[in-house]
Nanobody, 119 residues
Framework: QVQLVESGGGSVQAGDSLRLSCVAS????????MGWFRQAPGKEREYVTR????????DYIDSVKGRFTVSRDNAKNTVYLQMNSLKPEDTAVYFC????????????WGQGTQVTVSS
């Protein structure tokens, strides 16, 4: 059974930091590209970042570059999202996603964790 379980969300003030974690099970984590999406109230789901199998290559949307850092620990089947200098516009539900090697699209999604940033 595939599971992606996010944690670490919460309510913070602008300028604060949060670290999201996503523990994966039930699929080949070390052979999967991992990523994060988010969905703000009333808006469409938005891609945020991804990290390749070894963690060497990462990609971010412009609005989070320099503030967010994605990383992974393949020994723990865990991907992280360190979010610094948070802004109210970062408020959203954050979803962990996985793309298994040899496939296209995002195969698996977590249930999401709420991040609320107040000014």
């Amino acid at each position: 059974q595939v599971q992606l379980v996010e944690s670490g969300g919460g309510s913070v003030q602008a300028g604060d930091s949060l670290r999201l974690s996503c523990v994966a099970s039930g699929f080949a984590f070390s052979r999967s590209i991992m990523g994060w999406f988010r969905q703000a109230p009333g808006k469409e789901r938005e891609y945020v970042t991804r990290i390749t199998y070894s963690g060497i290559s990462t990609d971010y949307i412009d609005s989070v570059k320099g503030r967010f850092t994605v990383s992974r620990d393949n020994a723990k089947n865990t991907v992280y999202l360190q979010m610094n200098s948070l802004k109210p516009e970062d408020t959203a539900v954050y979803f962990c996603v996985a793309r298994v090697s040899g496939t296209t699209g995002w195969n698996y999604w977590g249930q999401g964790t709420q991040v609320t940033v107040s000014s």
